[in-house]
């Protein structure tokens, strides 16, 4: 059965106004009209965005408590304790509030938990030890907005807090000398999407202009741990998470950083003068989180805080070792949960909901992942402890089912809460198959089977003349790529697909021809469909990328889907 392709339609008008006042090609300016850019002053400043156009610092909430309860620590020389948290925003969260910290003259130590022995967010074991070395100010980052009890703790022990979060805001504000969140209702800031990270480095930002510190400087020093957390965080990337990603990137290129080098060549991206998003997504990203899913987090900030190249190759070495490891793990998982899942009648499920006490917690979020990808119904992975009698789990989901509701909604079951697209919750084993049922049954009442039919979403039709070699590489200002601005997606109807021929990596080199007559060469890394016949026509859904094959640039397709045209 044919997939159902659902492309946006074009406006002719609108994207014939940003070729004339941008000078850019159409498909450039399909795509922007398509994401909402359709005034040029909006759209030129997407395309060519500038550091100076982040906002002002000081108009995040509580900027200015924070700042002075950072620089009296300063200036008395008062031990600030940083606590952080076991993924990739929490650790170069982290890593970048003690580098600046300790840079002005502060007395600092940096805290990350260990997601088997802490948990998420701050255990009052770390209040306890911040209290042990003596510590004056505690302050958050990635974490503590929700973190009532903590907080107190810190305040009894006779310490200072100052939060600094990017999660959304509860009924009530933890009891916290400042809380700096742009999701506070009272925020004056431009842009509330903000990474941990992001809302570290602007509001240390701050401090540095007021300490007349090279602004230039410190975005040299700092970007390249912004654009870290951003992306693997996966933030949208528009607005200021676009201009820090795209400024980021450069710096983390050039990163003088020993732990990032090190990382950088355990990834091979050692020699790349010029990384994208995908870079961090995939290679970087993967390596940092692996650590604190499976082992201690704490190795991962110790490889972004140290000075010494031969300690940053051993623990970059170790780390992705790790990852390997979880690799592998996460490999066995998902496919014991795909064989589980497939024994089920999935038409009649809603949701899913797998578990074993033999996952590991720390992977069972990948699984639910692969487990969307692969079913396109919401997902829990849940992992069980049997002595303890506790369980775990990690959600992912579609559009239209928001997990943070589905969570809340089960209160008297579940304890956690998340985003909509990905969650997480703690509960009881002797509840879990009543916690199947009833994340079943709640998903029907929101989800229809249309919601799981099969459709692929392009961002534009076009002919194949609009991606001449020109019209793709002018495409690359479109970048970086990522959550809220991924590559675009093209259609072209009624192809003649010529051949396809098997490749060393596992993919099908295709060669096509456009109803225009013209000729492109795209790889499709799936098998060779059962209906393939070079005499009928095909409906071609692609990316577009540059090939460099000796020294011969040309555009390439890279296909994402074929089918058999309507018209046959």
Known sequence: ?????????????????????????????????????????????????????????????DYAKARDEILLARESKQLIFVHGDYDVDGVTSASLFARFLDKIGCNVFAHVPHRMKEGYGIHLSAVEKAKEMGAKLFLTCDCGIGAHEQVEAALEAGMRVVVTDHHLVGDTLPKAHAIVNPHRSDSLYPFKELCGAGVVFRLCEGIARELDLPVNKYHDNFLDLAVLGTVADVMPLTGENRIITKFGLKSLASTKKKGLIALKNVADLGEKDKLKAGNIGFQLGPRLNATGRIDDAARALKLLMTQDEGEARSLAKEIDDINKDRKDRQKEMVDEAIAYVETLDIQSLFAIVVGSDQWHPGIIGLVAGRLVEKFGRPSFAMSYDTETGDLRCSARSIPGFHLGDAIRAHAHLLSGGGHAMAAGFG??????????????????????SEDFEPIIEVDAEVLEKELTLKEVIAMEALEPYGQANPAPTFCVRDCILHELVPCRNESLKARISSPEGGTVTGFYHRETPEWFDPRIAVDAIFKVDINDWNGVISPQWKIQHLQPSAAQ
Not at 437 to 445: D, K, M, Q
């Open 1 to 61: 059965m044919p997939i159902r392709i659902f492309s946006f339609p074009r406006d002719a008008a609108k994207e014939a106004l940003l070729q004339t006042e941008l000078g850019i090609p159409s498909a450039v300016a399909a795509i922007l009209v398509r994401r909402g850019y359709v005034d040029p002053t909006d759209a030129d400043r997407f395309l060519n965005p500038k550091m100076d156009q982040l906002g002002d610092p000081r108009l995040l909430p």
């Open 427 to 448: 509960a009881r084993l002797q509840d879990a198959e009543q916690i199947a049922e009833s994340l079943n049954a709640y998903a029907g009442s929101k989800l229809t």
